[in-house]
């Protein structure tokens, strides 16, 4: 899958705030390329809550694992929850971190900084991705709008 064909997918779905920033912007350079999902109807980030995906373009302090600054590398982290997180790792979030090459391509992977909370990672989402990769972003998006509507 193409950020491209992420960003179309994303794009759809109703009520989304996504924040992009660039150069410019206003936001720190370390953010510049990103991408930031928010379900926000009326168009405000909301104050208490995180976004539900996000699309990171290089790697950060803290967070080189995946190693995004090689070229056209890219990783989409989805907020699954800690009980999907388990389904789809075979490993408690909770636990203290296995040997996951977080470098790994087209793979769903414990998110390497915020996999306690129930993220998931998949750098430069692929062939081996394409289905599960759009079925768990609307998982999250309905779960925020979910919660957001109560």
Known sequence: MSMEQILETVRGFDGIL???????SGFPEVAWGDH??????D???PLRTQPFATI????????????LDLPDRWRLNIHVGRARFAELTGEEPRAAQSSV???????????PVYRTQGWIAIVNPGVRTSTIAPDL???AYEDVRRRATR
Do not use: I, M, N
Not at 18 to 24: M, S
Not at 101 to 111: C, K, R
């Open 18 to 24: 996504e924040l992009a920033p660039v150069e410019g």
């Open 36 to 41: 930031f999902f928010y379900y926000a109807p």
């Open 43 to 45: 168009g405000q980030v």
């Open 56 to 67: 990171v373009t290089k790697d950060c302090p803290g967070d080189t694992e995946s190693e």
């Open 101 to 111: 090459d977080f470098s790994v391509a087209d793979t769903v992977l414990p998110h």
């Open 137 to 139: 972003l609307r998982h």
